[in-house]
């Protein structure tokens, strides 16, 4: 929603990458048709999407029904759309999909129960698209990404209104924030695997790991 960096990032990838390779669109992750015409968006430009990846998120425990529909609604809206769009029962090629959840989708945290519980809701979303039985049919993968916490403006600039106990949530945090380039690393291991469908990287500060979420309900 930020047009400002959002066309600064633009810029920078496009000298990188070279313009044909990079399209930037502002939008509201919140507006479903807003989102479906990013979508369409990327798919006349380019042709087909191989890897999505729904990365939008906030921290704001005060504004906790926004949180849900960015965390999480949103994530199922694009889920959606990616999933119709690359099926291979309905003539799509196939594809990776990557949420992205947190360290949060796997433990519990007083000073953020409505995000954590969001990035939980992400987490058990995914692993359970992931265990579906016409997974290998429709040519689907699906991943997931449990950072740390990472250096960007929602951690460092952190306050009472965003989270209960400012203080505190900074204090557990002291010595375990990530840099964006750690995260990014993570995100490249995880979406190059040979086999990635079910895959949980959790990515600390002490490095990396795997997880996988298995149905003890059947």
């Given at each position: 929603v930020n047009s400002t960096v959002g066309n600064d990032t633009f810029e920078e990838l496009k000298r990188r990458f070279s313009k044909q390779n990079v399209r930037f669109t502002e939008f509201d992750v919140t507006n479903h048709q807003q989102f479906k015409d990013a979508f369409d968006l990327a798919v006349s430009t380019f042709g087909h999407v191989d890897v999505f990846v729904n990365n939008a998120g906030i921290m704001n425990e005060s504004k906790w029904e926004q949180q849900v529909l960015v965390n999480y609604t949103a994530v199922i809206c694009g889920t959606q759309l990616a999933i119709e769009h690359m099926r291979k029962d309905k003539g799509g090629r196939g594809g990776r999909i990557i949420n992205i959840s947190s360290i949060a989708g796997l433990g519990d945290l007083f000073c953020t129960p409505v995000y954590g519980g969001t990035k939980h809701a992400i987490r058990s979303f995914t692993s359970a698209l992931a265990q579906s039985p016409n997974v290998e049919e429709?040519?689907?993968?699906?991943?997931?990404?449990?950072?740390?916490?990472t250096a960007t403006d929602l951690i460092l600039k952190i306050d009472n209104e965003k989270v209960h106990n400012a203080?505190?949530?900074?204090?557990?945090m002291q010595g375990r924030i990530?840099?964006?380039?750690?995260?990014?690393?993570?995100f490249m291991e995880l979406v190059q695997l040979e086999k990635m469908n079910g895959a949980i990287l959790q990515v600390t500060v002490?490095?990396?790991?795997?997880?996988?979420m298995v149905n003890e309900a059947v």
């Amino acid at each position: 929603v930020n047009s400002t960096v959002g066309n600064d990032t633009f810029e920078e990838l496009k000298r990188r990458f070279s313009k044909q390779n990079v399209r930037f669109t502002e939008f509201d992750v919140t507006n479903h048709q807003q989102f479906k015409d990013a979508f369409d968006l990327a798919v006349s430009t380019f042709g087909h999407v191989d890897v999505f990846v729904n990365n939008a998120g906030i921290m704001n425990e005060s504004k906790w029904e926004q949180q849900v529909l960015v965390n999480y609604t949103a994530v199922i809206c694009g889920t959606q759309l990616a999933i119709e769009h690359m099926r291979k029962d309905k003539g799509g090629r196939g594809g990776r999909i990557i949420n992205i959840s947190s360290i949060a989708g796997l433990g519990d945290l007083f000073c953020t129960p409505v995000y954590g519980g969001t990035k939980h809701a992400i987490r058990s979303f995914t692993s359970a698209l992931a265990q579906s039985p016409n997974v290998e049919e429709i040519g689907i993968e699906y991943g997931i990404l449990c950072p740390d916490p990472t250096a960007t403006d929602l951690i460092l600039k952190i306050d009472n209104e965003k989270v209960h106990n400012a203080q505190e949530f900074k204090e557990l945090m002291q010595g375990r924030i990530l840099q964006v380039s750690d995260v990014v690393d993570g995100f490249m291991e995880l979406v190059q695997l040979e086999k990635m469908n079910g895959a949980i990287l959790q990515v600390t500060v002490d490095g990396q790991s795997y997880r996988k979420m298995v149905n003890e309900a059947v």
